[in-house]
Each structure stands twice: as structure tokens, then as C-alpha cells.
């Protein structure tokens, strides 16, 4: 028994050792030009965008260095950049002005801790995932945002660099743009015989950018009724891979709203009220019927009522949040009316939190050619209950379910078992996935697993396509039974 032990310990240390040989499974799929793959679109998740001030001003968030990469809310002018603008006179959220502008996927971002440097990858690895599939920035290509790794194939891979801060519909709708620019160059450009689709690599919030597209293309939320659910994203997509998306919403953007964005070594804290101006964050929230929100009790709270936000001094609701707010709106001249302006901003965000929430979580059925995989966490306890502290601002752990450490694998699936008291064995979910494959590790590390990495590049370089036509032929027979 010692022995079998011993076998066990040994198989699984080597299995961490063991890793595919990418360059000799998929070289000579990298060679592919553009009349037999994809070009392909990715979607960072929230906080993966740089933002910078307009007319190539300087970084707000993301800039390679510590230094100058990121607002500094101790400077007014920073803090007002890096919030999402609020009191404007706006039908919708997606009409507020733009203050910032997208500026790239964060690769490497670089800062200092206790005078030393320090290193955060964010999605270095993904990044790299594409250069290791061969695309690059094919010469006189129109779009700001392609990744450039080498010179040997005409390839593309498109970064979808996106304000974070602002609502999914209103990132859904440049998602489409750039899709568009990216068809319509190719069909001219690679004269591929054929109308372009592309695939989409989505990680978090990314996920939901695009399930928004996928369904109603570039149609923005209305001041008032619904878009059409025409899938006029799904259109253009042929294979899409979701990583970690929070389809279900996660506690962890609930609290970021409550508590705001604490410090590290990489970038300065922001104060609730800055970090609860930014609309998308309340789209990321749990839903109220799933029941992940609950009191001391155990019932269930609607995260979604504005009341609750202001019994519980949460965020913009907050009356000692003056300070900033001063800070954020230098032209209202007192202290009531800005807590007017930040009421009626919260009030706007929830509502139309739950308006985006209703138009992705019923059950349509996808075309039958938009091909649907999802990655997910299930190996780190990840809070899935949660509560109000008693003191106030943040929440308290209830009980946990496996995920990634941030996002469950139950919200990934979309599982409206959730909350139900006799649940059914089989998943229940509104999302039509073609495959799902679960990996042991945390929410960042999913686009730099080896599993993920391997299975990422047969999917986009080698897996036969339909709209291509590249199948085995019928073997040809004798007619004899052979």
C-alpha cells in the first residue's frame, strides 16, 4: 500500500512536469493563411483594458510603469478621469460622454512594492497564446487594436481593447464595429472566397460583452422597452470560447462597489463613491433569485433595490461620501444636491443593471452554427453565500462553492439550480454550450493553463470547419464490402 502511495505521489508530480509540445502539435497549422482560419477577436475581462485620456494623453489605467500608469485619486483631476461622469442629462448610461479612451489589453503592467519592482502578467500568457497561433498585424490593417508577433504568416488575431467602466451593451456595441471593420477588410484583403466570420477568446466580463452581442448586435439598450433578439452578433461569430465568465454575476463586483478598490503594489485605491460610478460593475452583480445575497436570517436580499443601498450606506448611497463626490462634481455647489446627482446615478445603474440581466438570462436558442465552449474554475472554494457585515460597508462569506476564486462554477454555467429548494440533478441554464471543460486554478491563471492553451489552439488552428469545407472525403469503395 506504502508503494501504490508512492506511485500515486509520483504519477501526479510528474503530471505537472509534462506539458504538450504546442510548437510540434500546431506548426504546421500556424502556417494557415486566412482562407482556411478565423481571424480572432479578444475580449479582456474588467480592469484588462488600458484607459487613457483622449488625443494620446496620458494612461489612467494600465500604463506600463507604476508611475503615470494608473489615476491617483489624490489629484482631483485623476480622480474625475478615472470615475464613470456622473449628472449628466442622459436618457441611457451609454449617452454619457466619454472621458477616457481604450487603449490596448494590459499584458505586463509593472509596478514597485517596498522599493523592489514588481510584475503582474494579467493576460501576458493569453496575449502570447495568440502569438504562438501565428497572428500578426497583416501590413496596411485599418483596426487600432491587432497584435503584432512576427513576421513569417498573414494572420490576424484582434484585440478588443474596451472602456470596462461603461455598460455591456455599450461595449457590445464597439465590439461590433470592430468585428465589422475586421470581415470587411479580410474579405477584400485575403480574398478568402468566402464571408469572414470570426472566433472570439472572451475571459470575465469579456464573456458578457459578447453574450450581449452575440444576441442583439450593436443594439444599444433603449431609454425605454427591449432590443430585438435577432443573434445578429452570432452572425459573424462562428466559434466562441468563454474563460471564467461570471454568467451568473459574483459577489466579488457587489463588494468592489461596497467597499471600492483597495490598495496594492501595482495601483493606487479608489474610494467606494468612485468605484460605484461605474455602471458596468452593478452588471456583474448575482441575481436576486439565485439568493447569494442574504441577511442575517438567511432570506434572501434584492441587491437590486436602491432602499437597500441607502439602509445599508453602500457606495453612492453612502452620506459621509461627500469628500469625493465634492471631488467628482466641482461645479454642483452643495453638498445636497450632490447627493442628489450620486442617488439618481445608483438608482439609474441598478435599473438598468437588471434590464441587461433580463435580456441575457432567458432561455432562445442559439443558431445552430455558433459553436459555444466554455473554461471554467472548480478547484478553489469561492464564496457563493454572502451577507452585510454588521459593521457596515462589505460583505461576509456564508458558505462557498467550488470556482476560480472569484467567479463559481455554477455562475459560469448560468445554473438556475441555484436557490431552487429541491434542485434537479441536470443543469438547468439558458446558455446553450456545445462543451465545458473545468480546470483546478484561479481566475487569472485560467488563460494560462496548459490545458486551457492546448485545447484553445485546436479549437481556433485545427479543428475542421464547416464553413471552410475541409473534411475527409467519402472513401471510395469497390463495392465489394471492403
Not at 506548426?27 to 477577436?41: E, F, I, K, L, Y
Not at 477616457?100 to 500568457?125: H, I, S
Not at 480574398?191 to 453574450?211: E, Q
Not at 432562445?364 to 457563493?384: C, E, H, N, R, Y
Amino acid at each position: 500500500m506504502a508503494f501504490k502511495g508512492m506511485a500515486r505521489r509520483a504519477a501526479s508530480a510528474a503530471a505537472t512536469l509534462v506539458g504538450p509540445d504546442l510548437a510540434g502539435i500546431y506548426g504546421r497549422a500556424v502556417r494557415q493563411d486566412a482562407s482556411t482560419r478565423n481571424p480572432v477577436v479578444l475580449i479582456p475581462g474588467v480592469m484588462g483594458s488600458r484607459l487613457s485620456m483622449p488625443c494620446g494623453g496620458p494612461s489612467m489605467w494600465g500604463g506600463p510603469e507604476r508611475v503615470g500608469g494608473f489615476a491617483d485619486s489624490q489629484f482631483p483631476e485623476q480622480a474625475r478621469a478615472i470615475a464613470h461622469p456622473m449628472g449628466e442629462d442622459a436618457a441611457t448610461l451609454s449617452e454619457f460622454s466619454r472621458n477616457l479612451e481604450p487603449d490596448g489589453t494590459m499584458g505586463k503592467v509593472r509596478g514597485r512594492a517596498w522599493g523592489l519592482p514588481v510584475a503582474v502578467r494579467a493576460y501576458e500568457q493569453i496575449l502570447t497564446l495568440m502569438g504562438v497561433g501565428g497572428y500578426l498585424n497583416p501590413e496596411g490593417n485599418p483596426a487600432r487594436s491587432v497584435l503584432d508577433y512576427g513576421p513569417d504568416v498573414i494572420g490576424t488575431c484582434f484585440e478588443f481593447d474596451y472602456d470596462w467602466r461603461r455598460t455591456v451593451p455599450d461595449n457590445a456595441a464597439r465590439l461590433g464595429r470592430l468585428i465589422d471593420l475586421v470581415t470587411n477588410w479580410l474579405e477584400v484583403e485575403a480574398d478568402c472566397g468566402r464571408p469572414v466570420k470570426v472566433d472570439v477568446v472572451a475571459h470575465s466580463m469579456g464573456g458578457v460583452v459578447l453574450r450581449y452581442f452575440l444576441r442583439y448586435g450593436q443594439q444599444g439598450l433603449p431609454a425605454s422597452g427591449k432590443p430585438k433578439l435577432d443573434w445578429s452578433g452570432a452572425k459573424k461569430v462562428e466559434h466562441v470560447l468563454m474563460v471564467g465568465t461570471p454568467n451568473a454575476g459574483s459577489l466579488t463586483a457587489m463588494e468592489r462597489l461596497q467597499v471600492g478598490l483597495p490598495k496594492t503594489p501595482v495601483y493606487p485605491g479608489y474610494s467606494p463613491a468612485i468605484v460605484a460610478s461605474m455602471p458596468a460593475l452593478y452588471q456583474l452583480m448575482t441575481r436576486t433569485r439565485h439568493k447569494r445575497l442574504v441577511d442575517r436570517n438567511g432570506a434572501a436580499l434584492d441587491a437590486f433595490d436602491p432602499e437597500l443601498w441607502i439602509d445599508r450606506r453602500w457606495g453612492l448611497a453612502d452620506p459621509n461620501a461627500d469628500a469625493t463626490l465634492r471631488v467628482l462634481m466641482p461645479d454642483v455647489d452643495t453638498a445636497d444636491a450632490r447627493r442628489r446627482v450620486a442617488m439618481e446615478h445608483l438608482e439609474r445603474c441598478l435599473t438598468e443593471a437588471r434590464r441587461v440581466h433580463d435580456l441575457l438570462d432567458f432561455a432562445a436558442d442559439s443558431p445552430d452554427d455558433l459553436v459555444m465552449q466554455l473554461f471554467a474554475g472548480d478547484g478553489i472554494p469561492t464564496p457563493a453565500v454572502a451577507r452585510p457585515t454588521a459593521a457596515g460597508r462589505g460583505l461576509e462569506p456564508v458558505s462557498f462553492d467550488p470556482g476560480d476564486a472569484t467567479v463559481t462554477r455554477a455562475s459560469a454555467l448560468m445554473d438556475e439550480r441555484l436557490g431552487q429548494e429541491d434542485p434537479s440533478p441536470r443543469l438547468l441554464t439558458p446558455i446553450r454550450y456545445d462543451a465545458v471543460t473545468f480546470l483546478p486554478t484561479d481566475h487569472m491563471a485560467l488563460t494560462r493553463h496548459p490545458t486551457f492553451i492546448d485545447n484553445a489552439l485546436y479549437l481556433l488552428l485545427e479543428k475542421p470547419r464547416p464553413s471552410c469545407g475541409y473534411r475527409q472525403p467519402a472513401p471510395q469503395t469497390t463495392g465489394l464490402g471492403d
